[in-house]
C-alpha cells in the first residue's frame, strides 16, 4: 500500500475513534437539507452533514458527508475526511481523504487558509492533490457572509467553489449558493446548486431551498 492510501487508511480510522472519544464541547456540527428541481423538473434533496473539532493542540478534523436521494430513489454519497495542523498565520498543512461507494479511497494532501474580514465575512481556500495513476489538483473556495438585521434576527449567505482538474484535462466544477435569513442555530432560505460552468458545455443546475441548523 503507497503512503498516501495509508494516510487515507489512517484518517478513517481517526474519525471513527473520534466520534466515539472526543468530548461534545470539543466538536462543532452543522446539517443542512437542501431539496430542489433541474431544468428537466426533476427533483433531489441532499443532506449535508459537517463536523469538525480538535484533536490536540493545533491539529483538527473536519468531516463531511453529502447524501442525496432523487425521484427514482436513486442514492448517492460523498465523504470526505481532513485532519489538519495549524501552520500560523492562518494557514494548515492538511490530509484529506475522500469516498464515493463503489470507489477507492482518494487519499489527497494539500494547504488550506482561513481568514476573517472584518465581522461579517469569512473566507476559506483549500488545496490538494492525490498521487494516483492519474493524479489531479482539486480547489475549493469558500465566502460567507453574516450580518444582524435587528433584534435575533441575521442575514446569512454562503458561496462554495469545488474546481477538479488533472495535469491535461478538466474534470468538473460544482457552484453551491445559499442566502438566508436566520435566527439563533437555524438559517433558511433559497439554494442554488451549479455544476459545469467551465466545462465548455451548457451548465447544470438544481434550484430550490435549504434549512440547516447548528448544534
Do not use: C, H
Amino acid at each position: 500500500m503507497s503512503t498516501i492510501k495509508k494516510i487515507g487508511m489512517m484518517a478513517i480510522g481517526v474519525y471513527i475513534a473520534l466520534i466515539n472519544a472526543i468530548p461534545a464541547k470539543a466538536a462543532d456540527a452543522t446539517v443542512e437539507i437542501v431539496s430542489g428541481a433541474d431544468a428537466n423538473s426533476n427533483v433531489s434533496t441532499t443532506i449535508d452533514t459537517k463536523l469538525s473539532g480538535e484533536i490536540a493542540k493545533r491539529a483538527n478534523f473536519f468531516l463531511r458527508n453529502r447524501t442525496t436521494l432523487d425521484d427514482s430513489r436513486m442514492v448517492g454519497s460523498f465523504t470526505s475526511v481532513d485532519l489538519s495542523y495549524a501552520l500560523g498565520k492562518g494557514f494548515d498543512a492538511v490530509a484529506e481523504t475522500q469516498y464515493v461507494p463503489g470507489s477507492e479511497l482518494d487519499a489527497r494532501l494539500g494547504i488550506q487558509y482561513f481568514r476573517e474580514a472584518g465581522k461579517n465575512l469569512t473566507a476559506y481556500a483549500l488545496i490538494t492533490r492525490n498521487f494516483s495513476e492519474n493524479p489531479n489538483t482539486e480547489f475549493t473556495g469558500v465566502l460567507g457572509y453574516t450580518k444582524g438585521i435587528g433584534g435575533k434576527w441575521k442575514l446569512a449567505g454562503r458561496m462554495e467553489e469545488v474546481v477538479n482538474m488533472t495535469d491535461n484535462s478538466y474534470n468538473y466544477d460544482l457552484t453551491r449558493m445559499r442566502l438566508g435569513i436566520g435566527r439563533g442555530k437555524f438559517t433558511i432560505g433559497p439554494a442554488a446548486d451549479i455544476s459545469g460552468i467551465g466545462s465548455g458545455k451548457r451548465p447544470t443546475y438544481v434550484l430550490g431551498g435549504f434549512a440547516s441548523v447548528k448544534f
